[in-house]
T-cell receptor, first 113, second 112 residues
Framework: GNSVTQMEGPVTLSEEAFLTINCTYT??????LFWYVQYPGEGLQLLLK?????DKGSNKGFEATYRKETTSFHLEKGSVQVSDSAVYFC????????????FGAGTRLTVKP | DSGVTQTPKHLITATGQRVTLRCSPR?????VYWYQQSLDQGLQFLIQ???????AKGNILERFSAQQFPDLHSELNLSSLELGDSALYFC???????????FGSGTRLTVV
């Protein structure tokens, strides 16, 4: 079945450090891939997405590239800020209205000043 | 404001009771999804409705039920509540085939 595996947290970084959160997926067909972010006390917000192989999603300094050959969609940011502290979820969704989104377990990131 | 409205934001109730959580999807979205988020942060898919019809079921307990009304708002009913049902319950909506979801801010349910 379709599933997502992301690196376990928590991840603690100092401000301005480089961030990588690994995400790999298993799916039949060609799913769309997403990263969502959940700030404390809030719901999930779409951070970025990619809909086909080699697409790069980017937003707020975060990037992720859809790698079909390695079935991966790793999240990266060159210089994290304290305000990036949140839980990050990788997700996939196949085409079709009946296909619910499958989420990874989430990775908690804490950025210290 | 994401456009998905969930009420109430917080709910405290006793074991054995029944509660109803409400969700209004983003304007134009026909699909509504319900998720449960436990304290260890995992998101569990409960159920999906599309234009009033149930389309997919996840690990939803028999004590839980949901429906989507003609105006597209949805309600999640939780009955015979147990302490372990304490969690955040999120509603999300979507429009595009294969597109992303828009999440509400959730209802925090505490069962005491």
């Amino acid at each position: 079945g379709n599933s997502v595996t992301q690196m376990e947290g928590p991840v603690t970084l100092s401000e301005e450090a480089f961030l990588t959160i690994n995400c790999t997926y298993t799916a039949t067909g060609y799913p769309s891939l997403f990263w969502y972010v959940q700030y404390p006390g809030e719901g999930l917000q779409l951070l970025l997405k990619a809909t086909k192989a080699d697409d790069k999603g980017s937003n707020k300094g975060f990037e992720a590239t859809y790698r079909k050959e390695t079935t991966s969609f790793h999240l990266e940011k060159g210089s994290v800020q304290v305000s990036d502290s949140a839980v990050y979820f990788c997700a996939l969704r196949r085409l079709g209205n009946n296909n619910d989104m499958r989420f990874g377990a989430g990775t908690r990131l804490t950025v210290k000043p | 404001d994401s456009g998905v409205t969930q009420t109430p934001k917080h709910l405290i109730t006793a074991t054995g009771q029944r509660v109803t959580l409400r969700c209004s999807p983003r304007s134009g979205d026909l699909s509504v999804y319900w998720y449960q988020q436990s304290l260890d942060q995992g998101l569990q898919f409960l159920i999906q409705y599309y234009n009033g019809e149930e389309r997919a079921k996840g690990n939803i307990l028999e004590r839980f039920s949901a429906q989507q009304f003609p105006d597209l708002h949805s309600e999640l009913n939780l009955s015979s509540l147990e302490l372990g049902d304490s969690a955040l319950y999120f509603c999300a909506s979507s429009a595009l085939v294969g597109g992303g979801y828009t999440f509400g801010s959730g209802t925090r349910l505490t069962v005491v």
